[in-house]
């Protein structure tokens, strides 16, 4: 019995444009020392249009028949390591079942959703 699907994404991290100042200058009194700060770039993570696709079509897909859905991003050491052990090499994937399926075509998706739980 099926009750769960394994959707494998990734996140990539990129930058905003925005500067952010990390500490602040130090002063002796005499002098202030900048160099106790640092201005950086302000990073969010992103996610791609075929795995945020991917990622809709099996919620819904889910909801409809009462499947949870457990969403593994690889972009992290536990999530790359979990997408070795069951030999997925991109995103996004889908496993249902013990069956991967490399997601090709989000049109097909579904479809390939619903014949797995019609075996």
Not at 9 to 37: F, K, M, W
Not at 60 to 74: I, S
């Amino acid at each position: 019995m099926i009750d769960r699907i394994e959707v494998y994404i990734r996140n990539e991290e990129v930058a905003t444009n925005q500067a952010i100042i990390i500490g602040h200058p130090i002063s002796d009194g005499l002098t202030t020392h900048y160099c106790t700060a640092k201005e950086t770039l302000k990073t969010e993570r992103v996610m791609s249009e075929a795995d945020r696709l991917a990622l809709e079509v099996v919620q819904k897909f889910a909801g409809q028949n009462g499947l949870r859905v457990e969403v593994c991003d690889v972009s992290t050491f536990r999530g790359q390591l979990r997408a070795r052990l069951k030999g997925i090499r991109k995103t996004p994937a889908v496993v249902v079942g013990g069956n991967r399926i490399e997601v090709q075509n989000i049109e097909t998706l579904a479809d390939r959703l619903k014949s797995f739980l019609e075996e």
